[in-house]
């Protein structure tokens, strides 16, 4: 087991030198930072000497060891468009990023599995075939498309929601939420509901697939001859043994709903990570680009690498074949 932990940390702190070197490149590379940084009146004794300050007249590979050694201390700089810690500023955005991901996860959650369960008991059934066609369509429709039909409808129709922003929030020391005001509650609704549909279609359609797996299993057809009830048979037997692909896959994907969240962000004016990534875009911003790219890597490696952790422990035969 110690083997095994070794080797997926190791390969996980590669992945994360090679993501450090993409965000270096982009740094280096993609424009030059003097330039972005001061202004038109600037002579060309205060560029050189701040060009010496930055640390660009050193060779490139001195860079990139700066560069590694700051991101894992925090440290990536300040934001050429707000000149301000960029840590900081993400420390401002992380929070709302992170309450739309877990409320997202929450709703494919509570609604993915009881229509995947209720798909695969009636499957075959008008009911069952029709929220099949759904699935199809949510897993199609692009997010940015969904945001916007939630808003011309919930918005602008129906006026029971608004329709950007964030709303009023409460801070808890350095945390901002939006949970414990009417307002903020009532901001969330549509941007989560937006994000959530791809991963409610993913989660169904996998719940149905290992439901369907699970009930043709021999333990399933046992139970029956004994007479076991068919609820439980369906809600206690069978769910609990095709839950476990599911938290898997809901956990992996935590990582990409914050990845892809900038887009929700964008349509709906959540002042999120994505939404500050969009302006880092926008204006050139290449601290924050860079940290955006090392931030959600890690998020990435992290889930990932804990998952195949957790995994490990649970079944030795894992640890035995990847050693």
């Not at 060309?44 to 930055?54: H, I, P, S, V």
């Amino acid at each position: 087991m110690i083997v095994f932990l070794i080797k997926r940390l190791a390969n996980a702190a590669l992945v994360m030198l090679a993501v450090a070197l993409m965000a270096f490149l982009i740094f280096r590379f993609v424009g030059d930072p003097v330039q972005l940084m001061v202004n038109e009146q600037t002579t060309q004794a205060e560029k050189d000497a701040l060009r010496e300050n930055l640390g660009l007249n050193d060779p490139v590979a001195v860079q990139f060891l700066r560069f590694v050694g700051n991101a894992v201390q925090g440290d990536f700089g300040v934001s050429y468009r707000n000149q301000q810690e960029v840590m900081s500023l993400i420390a401002e955005r992380f929070p709302a990023t992170i309450e739309l991901v877990l409320l997202a996860t929450i709703i494919s959650l509570v609604v993915g599995v009881p229509l995947g369960v209720y798909t695969a008991i009636h499957r075959g059934s008008w009911a069952s075939e029709g929220l099949q066609f759904l699935s199809i369509i949510g897993v199609s429709l692009p997010s940015f498309v969904i945001g916007i039909l939630l808003i011309l409808v919930f918005s602008v129709m129906l006026n029971i929601a608004p329709a950007f922003g964030r709303g009023e929030v409460v801070s808890i020391g350095w945390w901002t939420t939006g949970l414990l005001t009417p307002s903020g509650r009532a901001a969330l609704i549509l941007p989560s509901v937006a994000l959530s549909l791809y991963q409610i279609t993913l989660v169904m359609r996998l719940v149905r697939a290992e439901m369907m797996e699970v009930l043709r299993s021999d333990f399933v057809k046992f139970a029956r001859a004994r007479g076991v009830p068919r609820w439980r048979i369906h809600y206690v037997h069978a769910l609990r043994n095709c839950l476990m692909p599911v938290v898997t896959m809901t956990a992996m994907n935590i990582g990409s709903l914050i990845a892809f969240a900038l887009i929700t962000e964008t349509v709906f004016q959540w002042p999120g990570m994505g939404m500050l990534f969009i302006q880092a875009v926008t204006f050139v911003d290449i601290p924050v680009m860079a940290a955006y790219l090392c931030i959600v890597s890690f998020i990435f490696v992290a889930l990932n690498t804990l998952v195949d952790i957790t995994y490990a422990l649970i079944d030795p035969r894992l640890r035995m074949a990847r050693g």
